[in-house]
């Protein structure tokens, strides 16, 4: 599509927008993702916009084709699996603890320095991928003590980004506070890299020289926009993780940790620049496992509750067993009670001769009388219920004779 169709009338930009939507293909000839177009047409909808064109592409009843022609390919992209949003993953404990183990194995080399203090700015202000990356000044930042005398950055100057694009909107509210007494501390990198910093060069992000130079880290080199986009990418590799991060999940990684951490929605906007709870919620829709385990607690208590209780000693008790004083029989007890069950001359005696019996336990039938050698200790080995001393005890049987 030319790039100066803010010349053309309304007409002739609603068929050109309209073939645009249908045979928009990236370089392989795949078709784009739904949140993809989206955003193109919202990006062309600013473009027209900033060059004075008066016309709305997104609601405008002049363009009526395009419109037909956008929800046509965007029910296509969902049918075919398209239409969900990929969202960027945010960085596991495991990485970022090998991550920081990388970057600060030497903080007195140039690289490893710059890649810690680009991952604390990035993390601590919720920074996007690579917007602005490359026009940050060293000015932009500075460091302070808190009432409490806590040294912490902050940023002095606002910008504008794509969620602020007004000069009266501020991008971030952030602040990276020091650690005390740990070597990760992001303050005293900070401070230590601005010192480093090449003199003759505003910019914060410079080239790293290979050899240091009266204190100097860094060459009178800006670096570019593309590399800076690409940060994350090296960091991952360099520092041997199996998943290549890029910038923006350092952005979920900063909505992640806060929103695990219970901390209100209003507040993580002022730092990451959300204008909306809902624009948010795409970073905070995973729940992580911390999480998972407490709700299922939660609800694990509830059930618990149903059925137990506590009593004055405040030891849990199950309500469905009876705490009764319940004593078994004696050998004595319990040889007469089995006697005189196995005494009637109902046939049982019959029906015991093809029962396999346990070994060293003699066995005799006699006028239905069930002798037994050595009572006490056979009926010890015999595989039998417990018996519990009780008032009365009856015992059927039902002897079904073969058919």
Known sequence: MSADFENFSSAELD???????????????????KSTLIAYRHGIQRHLEKGGKSVDILK???????????????KEMKRKGLGNVVHYPAITDEDLEKIYSFVTSDLEDAQLLQYKVFLDLMLHFGRRGRENLANLKRDDFAVTTSGNGILYVYKTTDEKTKNHQD????????????????????????????KRLNPKCDRLFQKARIFQKDGVFYDNSPLGHNKLGSMMK?????????????NHSCRATTVHVLDAAQIPSRHIMTVTGHKSESSLKTYSGITDENTK?????????????KCLKKDDSTNVQDVATPNFDI????DSQENAVL????????????????????QNV?????????????????????PIPLMYNCSNISINYNILPKQ
Request: hydrophobic letters at 30%.
């Open 15 to 33: 068929e050109k927008l309209s073939t645009f939507y249908c045979e928009m293909r990236n370089k392989k000839g795949e078709m784009y993702r």
């Open 167 to 194: 000069d009266n909107d501020k991008a971030s509210d952030g602040r990276m506070y020091e650690i005390k007494g740990s070597s990760r501390c992001p303050v005293r990198s900070f401070i230590k890299f601005l």
């Open 293 to 305: 385990q407490v709700m299922s607690e939660k609800i694990s208590e509830k059930i618990r509750e």
């Open 60 to 74: 405008g009843t002049e363009f009526k084709l395009s419109n037909k022609a956008f929800k046509s390919m965007t």
């Open 339 to 358: 006697t005189d069950l196995l005494s009637t001359d109902d046939g049982f005696d019959e029906f015991l001769k093809n029962v396999e019996m346990p």
């Open 234 to 246: 090296e960091i991952s590799r360099k520092a041997g993780l199996n998943t290549i991060y890029t």
């Open 327 to 330: 004593l078994p029989l004696t």
């Open 362 to 382: 003699n066995v005799v039938s006699t006028n239905s009388q069930l002798k037994v050698e050595n009572n006490v200790k056979a009926w010890n080995q015999f």
